[in-house]
């Protein structure tokens, strides 16, 4: 079963709150990935966890903290955020293998930061 | 580096047409994955189709063919008998092979809007 999920599906959020977004996985992948998308435009990728540790870090601020407790679970910690944070937050799941490993996405969190 | 370009911003298409959507490439990587996603409005990112570089036969699932031209470095999508439940955004994406440090990264095109009709 193809099916990665992820909560909460919305959150708004204040410039001095903190908050995290879980993502779970329960297919036996071995690579999550956090992506952020703007109204429009395609996804752009923030982290990548091969094997619970972190391998691609996309220059991203540190108000944005990733964690990856366990081969299932990923989260992102949010931490005074800016308006222009506001977006989809996706999660993915693949395979850790050779060239063309799917990337199964979960529905997103939309996030709005005022 | 790696570049994805689709050309087609948005499109209509009728009920029961076939549609194809435009996604060019651009690699010095002999081994890649090419793949098709569909974004409802809802936000999901629905995995389509994959074709890696070295398959010799263009790639198909149910109603979605890929028209993959290796030398032209094209990898259209074919969507046949539109319903409309094809609309939606669709984004073309490009994965690197392992032996590179973008492993894990799929590099996106700009996304083709399209529009069904009845």
């Known amino acids: 079963d193809t099916e990665v999920t992820q909560t909460p599906k919305h959150l708004v959020m204040g410039m001095t709150n903190k908050k995290s977004l879980k993502c779970e996985q329960h297919m036996g992948h071995r690579a999550m990935y956090w992506y952020k998308q703007k109204a429009k435009k395609p996804p752009e990728l923030m982290f990548v966890y091969s094997y619970e540790k972190l391998s691609i870090n996309e220059s991203v601020p540190s108000r944005f903290s990733p964690e990856c407790p366990n081969s299932s679970l990923l989260n992102l910690h949010l931490h005074a955020l800016q308006p222009e944070d506001s977006a989809l937050y996706l999660c993915a799941s693949s395979q850790v293998r050779a060239t063309g490993e799917t990337q199964y996405f979960g529905p997103g969190t939309r996030l709005l930061v005022l | 580096a790696q570049k994805i370009t689709q050309t087609q911003p948005g499109m209509f298409v009728q009920e029961k047409e076939a549609v194809t959507l435009d996604c060019t490439y651009d690699t010095s990587d002999p081994s890649y994955g090419l793949f098709w996603y569909k974004q409802p409005s809802s936000g999901e990112m629905i995995f389509l189709i994959y074709q890696g570089s070295y398959d010799q036969q263009n790639a198909t699932e149910g109603r979605y063919s890929l028209n993959f031209q290796k030398a032209r470095k094209s990898a259209n999508l074919v969507i046949s008998a539109s319903q409309l439940g094809d609309s939606a955004m669709y984004f073309c994406?490009?994965?690197?092979?392992?032996?590179?440090?973008?492993?894990?990264?799929?590099?996106f095109g700009a996304g083709t809007q399209v529009v069904v009709t009845p």
């Open positions: 994406a490009m994965g690197a092979p392992m032996t590179t440090d973008s492993w894990g990264k799929l590099q």
